[in-house]
C-alpha cells in the first residue's frame, strides 16, 4: 500500500472511531423528531458537531501520519494558496445567497446551494472545497441566525456540504472539468447519448412530476423579500444561459467534456441523497422548509414509509440539482480566463492543460 493510501486509511477509520465513540456518548438520537415542530435542530445539530470533531480529528490524524511519513505536509499545503483562501469566503456568499433565494423565492424540487463549493472544489483540491461547504453550512445557520439569509436547517446537513466539496475536488483532480474540444465524431456521439440520457431520466424522474403537480418556477413572491425575488430571477436568468453555452460547448466546440460533468453531477447527487436522506428522515420527518417537501408528502400519500420517501425523494432532487450546478461551474469555468483558473492548486486540470 503506497504512503498516500496509508495516511488516507488512517484519516478515516479516526474519523469513523470518533463519530463512534462521539454518537454512544451523546445517546442516542433515534426518535428525536418533536411531533409540533416537525422537527429538532437542536439535536440535528448536535448530531452534525460530532461528526464534525470527527472529520477534524480524522484531518489531524491524516497530517499526522503523512508528516511522520515525509516530515512535511505538502498534500494540504500545495491545495491552499493565496487565491484560494480568497476565493473560500467568496463561494461561501455564492452558496447562502443562492440557496437561500430558492428556499424562498423558488418552488422547484433543487436547492442550488453549493455552485461555490464545488467551484472551489474543482478549482483547488477536495480538502478547499470541503472546508468551504462545511463552513458555508455553519455561517449560514449560527452567524447569519435571524437575518433573512439565515437557515436553521443547514448546519444539520453540512456533512452533505462537506462531501460535495470533497468529492468536486476529487473529480476536479481527475479532470472532470476539464475541456475536451474537437472530439472524434464516435467518441462525441457516445458521449452526447450518455449525457442526453442522463439528463432525460432526471427530467423524466424530477423535473415533469413536480410540474404535473401544480409546482411552477416561481412560488408565490408576494411575502418575500424584494432582495430574495431579484435574486430569483438573476438565478433564471443564469440557468437559461448556462443551458445555452452547455449547447454551444457541445455542438461547436465538439466538446466531450458536457458528458462528464452531466455524468459527474448525478453520481454526486446520488451520493448525496444516499447520506441526507436519513438525517432528514430521523430529524426533521422529511420537512425542511426547502422546495422538496412536497415530494416526500407525496411520496408518502402513495404508501412509501418516511424513509423510503425522503431516500426517494433525495434520488430525484440531489442529482438534478448536483447535475444543474455542475453544468453551471462547467460553463463558468470556459468562461474565466485560462491564465486565471490555471494559478489555482487545480486550475491546470480544470483548463485542461495538464491531462489532455
Not at 72 to 77: E, G
Not at 78 to 107: C, E, H, W, Y
Not at 139 to 150: D, R, S
Not at 201 to 223: Q, R
Request: glycine share 12%; charged share 10%.
Amino acid at each position: 500500500m503506497s504512503g498516500s493510501w496509508v495516511r488516507i486509511a488512517a484519516g478515516v477509520l479516526a474519523a469513523i472511531i470518533v463519530a463512534v465513540i462521539g454518537v454512544q456518548v451523546s445517546g442516542t438520537f433515534q426518535g428525536s423528531v418533536d411531533e409540533a415542530t416537525g422537527g429538532n435542530t437542536s439535536v440535528a445539530n448536535a448530531f452534525m458537531l460530532v461528526l464534525a470533531i470527527a472529520l477534524l480529528i480524522g484531518f489531524v490524524v491524516y497530517a499526522a501520519v503523512e508528516y511522520a511519513q515525509t516530515g512535511a505536509l505538502r498534500s494540504i499545503s500545495s491545495q491552499f494558496d493565496t487565491r484560494t483562501i480568497v476565493l473560500m469566503p467568496i463561494a461561501i456568499a455564492i452558496n447562502i445567497v443562492l440557496g437561500q433565494t430558492v428556499s424562498a423565492a423558488l418552488k422547484i424540487p433543487v436547492y442550488l446551494d453549493s455552485i461555490g463549493t464545488i467551484l472551489v472544489g474543482a478549482l483547488a483540491g477536495p480538502i478547499p472545497g470541503l472546508l468551504t461547504g462545511l463552513l458555508a453550512n455553519l455561517i449560514w445557520t449560527f452567524v447569519l441566525a435571524g437575518t433573512p439569509l439565515g437557515s436553521p436547517y443547514a448546519w444539520p446537513f453540512a456533512i452533505v456540504a462537506a462531501e460535495i466539496g470533497l468529492l468536486a475536488g476529487i473529480f476536479g483532480r481527475l479532470g472532470f472539468f476539464r475541456p475536451r474540444p474537437n472530439t472524434p465524431t464516435p467518441q462525441l456521439v457516445v458521449g452526447t447519448v450518455v449525457a442526453l440520457a442522463v439528463l432525460a431520466a432526471l427530467a423524466y424522474w424530477g423535473i415533469l412530476p413536480a410540474y404535473t403537480k401544480g409546482v411552477t418556477f416561481f412560488g408565490d413572491l408576494s411575502g418575500v423579500d424584494p432582495f430574495f425575488v431579484l435574486m430569483a430571477y438573476v438565478i433564471a436568468a443564469v440557468l437559461v444561459i448556462a443551458a445555452i453555452g452547455l449547447v454551444v460547448i457541445l455542438f461547436t466546440r465538439r466538446d466531450l467534456g458536457v458528458a462528464y460533468v452531466v455524468v459527474g453531477g448525478a453520481i454526486c447527487g446520488v451520493i448525496s441523497a444516499i447520506i441526507s436522506a436519513p438525517i432528514s428522515a430521523v430529524f426533521f420527518g422529511g420537512v425542511t422548509g426547502s422546495g422538496t417537501d412536497f415530494l416526500v408528502a407525496a411520496f408518502q400519500q402513495a404508501g412509501s414509509s418516511l424513509s423510503e420517501s425522503v431516500l426517494q425523494q433525495g434520488l430525484i432532487s440531489d442529482p438534478i440539482d448536483k447535475t444543474i450546478t455542475y453544468i453551471v461551474v462547467f460553463v463558468l469555468l470556459r468562461t474565466l480566463s485560462r491564465r486565471f483558473t490555471a494559478r489555482f492548486p487545480q486550475g491546470e486540470q480544470a483548463v485542461g492543460l495538464v491531462g489532455a
